[in-house]
Protein backbone atom coordinates (compact mmCIF):
# COMPACT_ATOMS: atom_id res chain seq x y z
CA UNK A 1 0.00 0.00 0.00
CA UNK A 2 2.94 2.45 0.37
CA UNK A 3 2.89 5.12 -2.67
CA UNK A 4 -0.74 4.53 -3.27
CA UNK A 5 -2.18 7.66 -4.31
CA UNK A 6 -4.84 8.81 -1.69
CA UNK A 7 -8.05 10.54 -2.21
CA UNK A 8 -9.14 13.81 -0.05
CA UNK A 9 -12.51 15.15 0.27
CA UNK A 10 -11.71 17.94 -1.97
CA UNK A 11 -10.82 15.95 -4.71
CA UNK A 12 -13.59 13.81 -3.49
CA UNK A 13 -16.54 16.14 -3.66
CA UNK A 14 -15.53 17.17 -6.83
CA UNK A 15 -15.51 14.27 -8.66
CA UNK A 16 -18.59 13.17 -7.30
CA UNK A 17 -20.46 16.19 -8.27
CA UNK A 18 -18.87 15.88 -11.62
CA UNK A 19 -20.53 12.30 -12.03
CA UNK A 20 -23.37 12.44 -9.99
CA UNK A 21 -25.12 11.40 -12.99
CA UNK A 22 -23.75 8.36 -13.37
CA UNK A 23 -23.98 6.80 -10.14
CA UNK A 24 -24.49 3.14 -9.78
CA UNK A 25 -24.56 2.62 -6.11
CA UNK A 26 -28.85 2.87 -5.97
CA UNK A 27 -28.62 1.28 -9.47
CA UNK A 28 -27.48 -2.10 -7.61
CA UNK A 29 -29.47 -4.91 -5.40
CA UNK A 30 -29.97 -4.02 -1.78
CA UNK A 31 -30.69 -7.57 -0.99
CA UNK A 32 -27.96 -8.36 0.94
CA UNK A 33 -28.11 -5.57 2.89
CA UNK A 34 -32.11 -6.37 3.93
CA UNK A 35 -31.01 -10.23 4.54
CA UNK A 36 -28.46 -8.67 6.93
CA UNK A 37 -30.56 -6.55 8.17
CA UNK A 38 -33.70 -9.40 9.06
CA UNK A 39 -30.64 -11.90 10.28
CA UNK A 40 -29.19 -9.60 12.76
CA UNK A 41 -32.97 -8.13 13.74
CA UNK A 42 -33.19 -12.18 14.83
CA UNK A 43 -31.81 -11.37 17.87
CA UNK A 44 -34.01 -8.60 18.66
CA UNK A 45 -36.74 -10.68 18.39
CA UNK A 46 -35.11 -12.57 20.69
CA UNK A 47 -34.87 -9.74 23.09
CA UNK A 48 -38.27 -9.10 22.78
CA UNK A 49 -39.52 -12.35 23.87
CA UNK A 50 -37.43 -11.55 26.95
CA UNK A 51 -39.67 -8.72 27.66
CA UNK A 52 -42.90 -9.66 27.32
CA UNK A 53 -42.27 -13.75 29.00
CA UNK A 54 -43.02 -12.25 32.61
CA UNK A 55 -46.59 -11.58 31.38
CA UNK A 56 -47.61 -15.31 30.73
CA UNK A 57 -45.13 -16.89 33.10
CA UNK A 58 -45.15 -15.04 36.53
CA UNK A 59 -49.38 -15.53 36.75
CA UNK A 60 -48.31 -19.41 36.60
CA UNK A 61 -45.03 -19.39 38.95
CA UNK A 62 -48.01 -17.10 41.44
CA UNK A 63 -50.42 -20.36 40.98
CA UNK A 64 -50.80 -23.25 42.99
CA UNK A 65 -49.66 -25.38 40.35
CA UNK A 66 -46.08 -24.22 40.80
CA UNK A 67 -43.97 -25.43 37.52
CA UNK A 68 -40.52 -24.85 39.43
CA UNK A 69 -39.91 -25.40 43.07
CA UNK A 70 -42.54 -26.14 45.97
CA UNK A 71 -44.26 -22.96 46.91
CA UNK A 72 -45.77 -19.70 44.34
CA UNK A 73 -43.60 -16.97 43.60
CA UNK A 74 -44.44 -13.92 46.08
CA UNK A 75 -44.94 -10.39 44.59
CA UNK A 76 -41.75 -9.45 45.83
CA UNK A 77 -39.83 -12.10 44.08
CA UNK A 78 -42.02 -11.37 40.72
CA UNK A 79 -40.88 -8.04 41.11
CA UNK A 80 -37.26 -9.16 41.07
CA UNK A 81 -37.94 -11.46 37.76
CA UNK A 82 -39.38 -8.29 35.65
CA UNK A 83 -36.02 -5.95 37.27
CA UNK A 84 -32.73 -8.41 37.20
CA UNK A 85 -33.22 -8.18 33.02
CA UNK A 86 -32.17 -4.47 33.44
CA UNK A 87 -29.52 -5.29 35.69
CA UNK A 88 -27.80 -7.44 33.42
CA UNK A 89 -28.56 -5.07 30.48
CA UNK A 90 -26.61 -2.38 32.49
CA UNK A 91 -23.45 -5.13 32.93
CA UNK A 92 -23.61 -6.13 29.09
CA UNK A 93 -23.85 -2.79 27.64
CA UNK A 94 -20.07 -2.15 28.55
CA UNK A 95 -19.11 -5.75 27.98
CA UNK A 96 -20.45 -6.26 24.56
CA UNK A 97 -19.20 -2.57 23.49
CA UNK A 98 -15.90 -3.63 24.42
CA UNK A 99 -15.53 -7.25 22.76
CA UNK A 100 -17.57 -5.20 19.57
CA UNK A 101 -14.52 -2.59 19.28
CA UNK A 102 -11.56 -4.99 20.18
CA UNK A 103 -12.79 -7.97 17.92
CA UNK A 104 -15.48 -6.87 15.59
CA UNK A 105 -19.15 -6.51 15.19
CA UNK A 106 -19.29 -10.13 14.07
CA UNK A 107 -17.97 -11.53 16.67
CA UNK A 108 -19.72 -9.64 19.18
CA UNK A 109 -23.00 -10.89 17.41
CA UNK A 110 -22.41 -13.93 17.91
CA UNK A 111 -21.61 -13.75 21.50
CA UNK A 112 -24.60 -12.16 22.35
CA UNK A 113 -26.85 -15.17 21.67
CA UNK A 114 -24.44 -17.40 24.40
CA UNK A 115 -26.30 -15.70 27.42
CA UNK A 116 -30.32 -15.83 25.64
CA UNK A 117 -29.17 -19.63 25.27
CA UNK A 118 -28.08 -19.97 28.69
CA UNK A 119 -30.99 -18.07 30.18
CA UNK A 120 -33.93 -20.37 28.77
CA UNK A 121 -31.42 -23.55 29.36
CA UNK A 122 -31.62 -22.58 33.04
CA UNK A 123 -35.58 -21.76 33.00
CA UNK A 124 -36.36 -25.36 31.37
CA UNK A 125 -33.75 -27.03 33.71
CA UNK A 126 -34.24 -24.93 36.49
CA UNK A 127 -35.77 -26.18 40.08
CA UNK A 128 -35.75 -22.83 42.33
CA UNK A 129 -36.74 -19.33 41.84
CA UNK A 130 -32.67 -18.54 42.47
CA UNK A 131 -32.27 -20.01 39.28
CA UNK A 132 -35.62 -18.04 37.53
CA UNK A 133 -33.11 -15.27 38.90
CA UNK A 134 -29.95 -16.20 37.36
CA UNK A 135 -31.20 -16.84 34.10
CA UNK A 136 -33.35 -13.19 33.74
CA UNK A 137 -29.88 -11.56 34.41
CA UNK A 138 -28.48 -13.96 31.79
CA UNK A 139 -31.22 -12.18 29.36
CA UNK A 140 -30.12 -8.64 30.67
CA UNK A 141 -26.78 -9.57 29.32
CA UNK A 142 -28.14 -10.62 26.28
CA UNK A 143 -30.36 -7.77 25.82
CA UNK A 144 -27.34 -4.95 26.60
CA UNK A 145 -25.57 -6.43 23.43
CA UNK A 146 -28.23 -6.63 21.60
CA UNK A 147 -29.64 -2.89 21.70
CA UNK A 148 -25.88 -1.96 21.47
CA UNK A 149 -24.79 -3.83 18.67
CA UNK A 150 -27.89 -3.88 16.32
CA UNK A 151 -27.96 -0.34 15.49
CA UNK A 152 -24.33 -0.65 15.12
CA UNK A 153 -23.78 -3.33 13.01
CA UNK A 154 -26.33 -1.70 10.63
CA UNK A 155 -25.82 1.80 10.46
CA UNK A 156 -22.42 0.73 9.35
CA UNK A 157 -23.58 -2.06 6.50
CA UNK A 158 -26.50 0.18 4.87
CA UNK A 159 -26.63 2.95 2.30
CA UNK A 160 -27.75 6.22 3.65
CA UNK A 161 -31.34 5.98 1.05
CA UNK A 162 -32.37 2.70 3.46
CA UNK A 163 -30.68 3.69 6.44
CA UNK A 164 -33.91 4.83 8.38
CA UNK A 165 -35.55 1.91 6.80
CA UNK A 166 -33.91 -0.85 8.12
CA UNK A 167 -32.92 1.32 11.51
CA UNK A 168 -36.66 0.96 11.89
CA UNK A 169 -36.30 -3.01 12.32
CA UNK A 170 -34.99 -2.94 15.42
CA UNK A 171 -38.79 -1.38 17.57
CA UNK A 172 -40.25 -3.83 14.62
CA UNK A 173 -38.70 -7.15 15.35
CA UNK A 174 -38.81 -5.94 18.96
CA UNK A 175 -41.97 -5.68 19.60
CA UNK A 176 -43.08 -8.87 16.97
CA UNK A 177 -41.23 -11.08 19.67
CA UNK A 178 -43.08 -9.29 22.59
CA UNK A 179 -46.58 -9.87 20.70
CA UNK A 180 -44.97 -13.67 20.42
CA UNK A 181 -44.34 -13.97 23.57
CA UNK A 182 -47.97 -13.05 24.00
CA UNK A 183 -49.33 -15.40 21.70
CA UNK A 184 -47.17 -18.73 22.50
CA UNK A 185 -47.60 -18.15 26.37
CA UNK A 186 -51.07 -17.90 26.23
CA UNK A 187 -51.80 -21.13 24.74
CA UNK A 188 -48.68 -23.33 25.54
CA UNK A 189 -47.35 -24.99 28.56
CA UNK A 190 -44.50 -23.24 30.71
CA UNK A 191 -41.78 -25.32 29.74
CA UNK A 192 -42.89 -25.76 26.12
CA UNK A 193 -42.51 -21.89 26.04
CA UNK A 194 -39.44 -21.81 27.29
CA UNK A 195 -38.19 -24.09 24.68
CA UNK A 196 -39.94 -22.32 21.73
CA UNK A 197 -38.28 -19.50 22.76
CA UNK A 198 -34.84 -21.30 23.21
CA UNK A 199 -34.84 -21.58 19.77
CA UNK A 200 -35.14 -17.79 18.54
CA UNK A 201 -31.64 -17.24 19.67
CA UNK A 202 -30.18 -20.40 18.49
CA UNK A 203 -31.78 -19.47 14.70
CA UNK A 204 -30.00 -16.02 15.35
CA UNK A 205 -26.75 -17.74 16.06
CA UNK A 206 -26.91 -20.43 12.99
CA UNK A 207 -27.87 -17.65 10.29
CA UNK A 208 -25.55 -14.63 11.71
CA UNK A 209 -22.76 -16.89 11.31
CA UNK A 210 -22.79 -16.73 7.49
CA UNK A 211 -23.08 -12.37 7.60
CA UNK A 212 -19.88 -10.88 6.99
CA UNK A 213 -17.78 -8.38 9.22
CA UNK A 214 -18.73 -4.61 8.76
CA UNK A 215 -16.71 -3.06 5.96
CA UNK A 216 -16.19 -0.09 8.33
CA UNK A 217 -14.50 -2.29 11.41
CA UNK A 218 -12.68 -3.38 8.92
CA UNK A 219 -11.22 -0.38 7.67
CA UNK A 220 -10.61 0.57 11.32
CA UNK A 221 -8.67 -2.74 11.85
CA UNK A 222 -6.57 -1.20 8.21
CA UNK A 223 -7.80 -4.77 6.56
CA UNK A 224 -8.77 -2.77 3.54
CA UNK A 225 -9.78 -5.79 1.35
CA UNK A 226 -11.58 -7.53 3.44
CA UNK A 227 -13.53 -3.99 3.56
CA UNK A 228 -13.95 -4.02 0.15
CA UNK A 229 -14.76 -7.70 0.10
CA UNK A 230 -17.18 -7.05 2.64
CA UNK A 231 -19.00 -3.79 0.84
CA UNK A 232 -18.92 -5.98 -2.45
CA UNK A 233 -21.41 -8.08 -0.55
CA UNK A 234 -23.66 -5.36 0.73
CA UNK A 235 -23.87 -3.94 -1.99
CA UNK A 236 -24.23 -6.73 -4.69
CA UNK A 237 -21.28 -6.32 -6.78
CA UNK A 238 -18.11 -4.48 -7.54
CA UNK A 239 -17.93 -1.15 -9.33
CA UNK A 240 -15.73 2.20 -9.23
CA UNK A 241 -18.49 3.31 -7.03
CA UNK A 242 -17.88 0.89 -4.09
CA UNK A 243 -13.66 2.23 -4.16
CA UNK A 244 -15.31 6.12 -3.77
CA UNK A 245 -17.57 4.94 -0.72
CA UNK A 246 -14.61 3.05 0.79
CA UNK A 247 -12.11 5.73 0.77
CA UNK A 248 -15.41 8.55 2.16
CA UNK A 249 -15.36 5.84 5.03
CA UNK A 250 -11.42 5.67 5.20
CA UNK A 251 -11.27 9.42 4.92
CA UNK A 252 -14.33 9.80 7.89
CA UNK A 253 -12.57 7.64 9.98
CA UNK A 254 -9.56 9.55 9.86
CA UNK A 255 -11.42 13.08 10.53
CA UNK A 256 -12.87 11.51 13.83
CA UNK A 257 -9.43 10.40 15.02
CA UNK A 258 -8.18 13.64 14.27
CA UNK A 259 -10.88 15.24 16.04
CA UNK A 260 -10.91 12.71 18.80
CA UNK A 261 -6.80 13.14 19.62
CA UNK A 262 -7.33 17.12 19.89
CA UNK A 263 -10.56 17.74 22.42
CA UNK A 264 -10.73 16.51 25.78
CA UNK A 265 -13.73 14.68 25.99
CA UNK A 266 -15.13 15.46 29.69
CA UNK A 267 -14.17 18.93 29.49
CA UNK A 268 -16.67 18.97 26.84
CA UNK A 269 -19.45 17.24 28.46
CA UNK A 270 -19.43 19.45 31.84
CA UNK A 271 -18.52 22.87 30.48
CA UNK A 272 -19.56 23.48 27.09
CA UNK A 273 -23.18 24.70 27.25
CA UNK A 274 -24.34 22.71 23.45
CA UNK A 275 -23.19 19.64 24.62
CA UNK A 276 -24.27 19.81 28.18
CA UNK A 277 -27.62 20.57 27.14
CA UNK A 278 -27.69 17.82 24.64
CA UNK A 279 -26.61 15.04 27.49
CA UNK A 280 -29.46 16.53 29.72
CA UNK A 281 -32.19 16.43 27.10
CA UNK A 282 -30.68 12.56 26.43
CA UNK A 283 -30.87 11.88 29.32
CA UNK A 284 -34.36 13.42 30.47
CA UNK A 285 -36.22 12.03 27.62
CA UNK A 286 -34.19 8.15 28.18
CA UNK A 287 -35.59 8.41 31.76
CA UNK A 288 -39.03 9.92 30.88
CA UNK A 289 -39.38 6.43 28.48
CA UNK A 290 -39.37 4.49 31.40
CA UNK A 291 -40.94 6.48 34.02
CA UNK A 292 -43.82 6.87 32.07
CA UNK A 293 -44.79 3.26 32.82
CA UNK A 294 -44.30 1.42 29.50
CA UNK A 295 -42.04 -1.42 30.64
CA UNK A 296 -44.14 -2.32 33.87
CA UNK A 297 -47.32 -2.37 31.64
CA UNK A 298 -45.04 -4.55 29.13
CA UNK A 299 -43.72 -6.41 32.21
CA UNK A 300 -46.73 -7.14 33.55
CA UNK A 301 -49.90 -7.12 30.96
CA UNK A 302 -51.79 -10.01 32.33
CA UNK A 303 -51.87 -9.24 35.85
CA UNK A 304 -53.07 -6.09 35.17
CA UNK A 305 -55.75 -6.97 32.73
CA UNK A 306 -56.97 -9.49 35.55
CA UNK A 307 -57.23 -6.93 38.10
CA UNK A 308 -59.09 -4.81 35.32
CA UNK A 309 -61.84 -7.68 35.66
CA UNK A 310 -62.60 -6.83 32.01
CA UNK A 311 -64.74 -9.25 30.13
CA UNK A 312 -61.75 -10.16 27.50
CA UNK A 313 -59.14 -12.51 29.34
CA UNK A 314 -56.14 -11.50 29.89
CA UNK A 315 -54.60 -13.53 26.65
CA UNK A 316 -57.01 -11.81 24.49
CA UNK A 317 -56.15 -8.51 26.21
CA UNK A 318 -52.06 -8.94 25.83
CA UNK A 319 -52.51 -10.19 22.34
CA UNK A 320 -54.63 -6.92 21.44
CA UNK A 321 -51.85 -4.67 23.00
CA UNK A 322 -49.36 -6.66 21.35
CA UNK A 323 -50.77 -6.54 18.09
CA UNK A 324 -50.64 -2.62 18.88
CA UNK A 325 -47.11 -2.28 19.69
CA UNK A 326 -46.42 -4.02 16.47
CA UNK A 327 -48.61 -1.69 14.46
CA UNK A 328 -46.99 1.56 16.20
CA UNK A 329 -43.67 0.61 15.24
CA UNK A 330 -44.06 0.07 11.86
CA UNK A 331 -45.52 3.63 11.78
CA UNK A 332 -43.08 5.34 13.61
CA UNK A 333 -40.27 5.68 10.90
CA UNK A 334 -42.84 7.70 8.49
CA UNK A 335 -44.74 9.43 11.47
CA UNK A 336 -41.17 11.04 12.59
CA UNK A 337 -40.30 11.84 8.70
CA UNK A 338 -43.62 13.71 8.49
CA UNK A 339 -44.30 15.43 11.44
CA UNK A 340 -41.12 15.66 12.93
CA UNK A 341 -39.53 14.47 15.83
CA UNK A 342 -40.56 16.93 18.58
CA UNK A 343 -44.46 17.58 17.45
CA UNK A 344 -44.32 13.71 17.84
CA UNK A 345 -42.69 13.05 20.96
CA UNK A 346 -44.82 15.99 23.01
CA UNK A 347 -47.93 14.28 21.25
CA UNK A 348 -46.39 10.62 22.48
CA UNK A 349 -46.20 12.00 26.00
CA UNK A 350 -49.34 14.14 26.33
CA UNK A 351 -51.54 10.99 24.90
CA UNK A 352 -49.82 8.49 27.77
CA UNK A 353 -50.74 10.85 30.45
CA UNK A 354 -53.75 11.22 30.02
CA UNK A 355 -54.34 7.25 29.33
CA UNK A 356 -52.67 7.06 32.75
CA UNK A 357 -55.07 9.38 34.51
CA UNK A 358 -57.87 7.35 33.06
CA UNK A 359 -56.75 3.93 33.43
CA UNK A 360 -56.01 5.16 37.67
CA UNK A 361 -59.74 6.67 37.50
CA UNK A 362 -60.93 3.11 36.57
CA UNK A 363 -59.01 1.25 39.05
CA UNK A 364 -59.81 4.42 41.72
CA UNK A 365 -63.80 3.85 40.92
CA UNK A 366 -63.07 -0.33 41.02
CA UNK A 367 -61.33 0.00 44.81
CA UNK A 368 -64.29 2.14 45.77
CA UNK A 369 -67.03 -0.58 45.11
CA UNK A 370 -68.14 0.57 41.70
CA UNK A 371 -69.46 -1.96 39.28
CA UNK A 372 -67.85 -1.40 36.47
CA UNK A 373 -68.51 -4.62 34.37
CA UNK A 374 -70.18 -2.63 31.28
CA UNK A 375 -67.24 -0.62 31.36
CA UNK A 376 -64.58 -3.29 30.95
CA UNK A 377 -63.25 -2.04 27.92
CA UNK A 378 -61.90 1.39 29.22
CA UNK A 379 -58.46 -0.47 30.43
CA UNK A 380 -57.64 -2.27 27.17
CA UNK A 381 -58.41 0.92 25.47
CA UNK A 382 -56.14 3.18 27.59
CA UNK A 383 -53.43 0.43 27.81
CA UNK A 384 -53.54 -0.19 24.08
CA UNK A 385 -53.14 3.49 23.07
CA UNK A 386 -50.73 4.28 25.64
CA UNK A 387 -48.41 1.63 25.06
CA UNK A 388 -49.00 2.58 21.11
CA UNK A 389 -48.21 6.29 21.45
CA UNK A 390 -45.01 4.68 23.38
CA UNK A 391 -44.31 2.07 20.44
CA UNK A 392 -45.31 4.98 18.05
CA UNK A 393 -43.76 8.22 19.75
CA UNK A 394 -40.84 8.44 22.93
CA UNK A 395 -39.59 4.98 22.37
CA UNK A 396 -38.29 5.64 18.40
CA UNK A 397 -38.04 9.16 18.58
CA UNK A 398 -35.66 8.87 21.69
CA UNK A 399 -33.60 6.69 19.83
CA UNK A 400 -33.36 8.83 17.03
CA UNK A 401 -32.61 11.74 19.28
CA UNK A 402 -29.47 9.85 20.83
CA UNK A 403 -28.17 9.49 17.30
CA UNK A 404 -28.75 12.91 16.08
CA UNK A 405 -27.98 15.26 19.51
CA UNK A 406 -24.55 14.72 19.75
CA UNK A 407 -21.58 15.79 18.49
CA UNK A 408 -19.32 12.82 16.71
CA UNK A 409 -16.81 12.57 19.63
CA UNK A 410 -19.05 12.73 22.06
CA UNK A 411 -21.88 10.50 20.74
CA UNK A 412 -20.67 7.22 22.18
CA UNK A 413 -20.28 8.37 25.50
CA UNK A 414 -23.31 10.91 25.82
CA UNK A 415 -25.48 8.41 24.14
CA UNK A 416 -23.99 5.62 26.75
CA UNK A 417 -24.87 8.08 29.76
CA UNK A 418 -28.50 8.36 28.80
CA UNK A 419 -29.15 4.65 27.97
CA UNK A 420 -27.15 3.90 31.59
CA UNK A 421 -30.13 6.03 32.94
CA UNK A 422 -32.81 4.81 31.13
CA UNK A 423 -31.84 1.19 32.47
CA UNK A 424 -31.33 2.51 35.87
CA UNK A 425 -34.88 3.80 35.90
CA UNK A 426 -36.39 0.36 34.64
CA UNK A 427 -34.69 -1.61 37.33
CA UNK A 428 -36.16 1.17 39.66
CA UNK A 429 -38.97 1.10 38.39
CA UNK A 430 -39.70 -2.43 37.84
CA UNK A 431 -38.49 -3.30 41.14
CA UNK A 432 -40.93 -1.08 43.03
CA UNK A 433 -43.91 -1.16 41.32
CA UNK A 434 -45.59 -3.92 43.42
CA UNK A 435 -44.32 -1.97 46.53
CA UNK A 436 -45.85 1.41 45.14
CA UNK A 437 -49.03 -0.13 44.44
CA UNK A 438 -49.19 -1.35 48.48
CA UNK A 439 -48.45 2.09 49.59
CA UNK A 440 -50.64 4.58 47.39
CA UNK A 441 -52.67 1.92 45.26
CA UNK A 442 -52.14 0.93 41.55
CA UNK A 443 -54.33 3.91 40.73
CA UNK A 444 -51.96 6.19 42.43
CA UNK A 445 -49.02 4.21 40.99
CA UNK A 446 -50.79 5.09 37.63
CA UNK A 447 -51.07 8.54 38.60
CA UNK A 448 -47.52 9.00 39.44
CA UNK A 449 -46.80 7.90 35.84
CA UNK A 450 -49.01 10.57 34.18
CA UNK A 451 -47.41 13.49 36.08
CA UNK A 452 -43.99 11.88 34.69
CA UNK A 453 -45.24 12.35 31.15
CA UNK A 454 -46.55 15.76 31.95
CA UNK A 455 -43.75 16.85 33.21
CA UNK A 456 -41.78 15.09 30.43
CA UNK A 457 -44.22 16.91 27.51
CA UNK A 458 -43.33 19.96 29.48
CA UNK A 459 -39.31 19.65 29.15
CA UNK A 460 -39.87 18.47 25.74
CA UNK A 461 -41.81 21.81 24.80
CA UNK A 462 -38.82 24.05 26.53
CA UNK A 463 -35.82 22.38 25.73
CA UNK A 464 -36.08 19.80 23.13
CA UNK A 465 -34.99 21.27 19.47
CA UNK A 466 -36.94 19.75 16.12
CA UNK A 467 -34.25 17.47 14.83
CA UNK A 468 -35.77 16.38 11.50
CA UNK A 469 -33.63 17.41 8.28
CA UNK A 470 -30.97 19.12 10.33
CA UNK A 471 -27.27 18.24 10.71
CA UNK A 472 -25.58 17.66 13.99
CA UNK A 473 -23.63 20.95 13.77
CA UNK A 474 -26.55 23.40 13.50
CA UNK A 475 -28.51 21.54 16.59
CA UNK A 476 -25.52 22.32 18.52
CA UNK A 477 -25.35 25.52 17.36
CA UNK A 478 -29.17 25.61 18.57
CA UNK A 479 -28.40 24.34 21.97
CA UNK A 480 -25.30 26.21 22.45
CA UNK A 481 -26.67 29.69 22.12
CA UNK A 482 -23.80 30.84 20.09
CA UNK A 483 -21.64 29.52 16.82
CA UNK A 484 -19.84 26.13 17.23
CA UNK A 485 -16.95 26.57 19.54
CA UNK A 486 -15.80 22.78 19.55
CA UNK A 487 -15.74 22.29 15.46
CA UNK A 488 -13.19 24.61 13.84
CA UNK A 489 -14.77 26.17 10.72
CA UNK A 490 -11.37 24.82 8.92
CA UNK A 491 -8.86 22.40 9.93
CA UNK A 492 -5.47 21.25 7.87
CA UNK A 493 -3.97 17.73 7.35
CA UNK A 494 -0.79 16.62 5.85
CA UNK A 495 -2.22 13.70 3.71
CA UNK A 496 1.12 12.31 3.29
CA UNK A 497 0.89 11.55 6.96
CA UNK A 498 -2.36 9.22 6.52
CA UNK A 499 -2.30 5.87 8.62
CA UNK A 500 -1.75 3.27 6.71
CA UNK A 501 -5.28 1.69 7.44
CA UNK A 502 -6.71 5.07 6.36
CA UNK A 503 -5.19 4.60 2.39
CA UNK A 504 -7.35 3.52 -0.22
CA UNK A 505 -6.48 2.49 -3.66
CA UNK A 506 -6.31 5.10 -6.82
CA UNK A 507 -9.70 5.31 -6.87
CA UNK A 508 -10.41 8.64 -8.01
CA UNK A 509 -9.48 9.86 -11.34
CA UNK A 510 -6.71 12.61 -11.17
CA UNK A 511 -5.75 11.96 -7.64
CA UNK A 512 -2.81 13.73 -6.59
CA UNK A 513 0.12 12.56 -5.16
CA UNK A 514 0.41 12.10 -1.10
CA UNK A 515 3.10 14.44 -1.65
CA UNK A 516 0.92 17.46 -1.78
CA UNK A 517 -1.10 18.68 1.14
CA UNK A 518 -4.58 19.20 1.12
CA UNK A 519 -7.46 21.03 3.33
CA UNK A 520 -10.02 18.76 4.49
CA UNK A 521 -12.84 20.73 6.04
CA UNK A 522 -14.02 19.07 9.37
CA UNK A 523 -17.52 19.68 8.73
Request: with cysteine; aromatic share 10%.
Given at each position: ???????????????????????????R????????????N???????????????????????????????????????????M?????C??????????????????????????????????????????????L?????????????????????????????????????????????????????????I?????????????????T?I?????????????????????????????????S?????????????????????D????????????????????????????????????G????P????????????????????????????????????????????????F????????????????V?????????????????????????????????????????????????????????????????????A??????????V?????????????I????????????????????????????????????????????????
Amino acid sequence: MEGVPVATVSSYKTYTQQQAPVQTGQRRSRRAQYIAAIVVNLATFSYGTCVGWPSSAIPTLQSSEVPTGKNPVTEDEASWIGSLMFVGFLCGTPIFGYISDKFGRKVAGLLIAVPAIISWLVIILCSSIHLIFVARFLSGLSTGGVLLLVPIYVGEICEDSIRGTLGSYLAIFGNIGVLFSYVIGSYTLYHDFAIICLSLPVLFLVTFLWMPETPIYLLRKGEVKEAKRSLEWFRGGKGKDLEEELTKMSLSLKEIQERNSCRSLYKDLLLDRGVRRALIIGIAVSATQMLSGAYVILTYTAPIFRMTGSELSPQVSSMIVGSLLVAASILACPLMDRVGRKVLLVFSETVMGICLIALGAYFYLQDQGVDLTKAGFIPVVCLGLHLFSSAAGIGPVNMVLLSELFLPHVRSTSASISTFVMAFTAIVVTKFYSDLNNAIGIYGSYWCFAVCCFLGAIFSVTYVPETKNRDVYSIYAELSGKESSIIPVKKSYNMRDTPKEYRVQGILPNAKSPSSEHDICAH
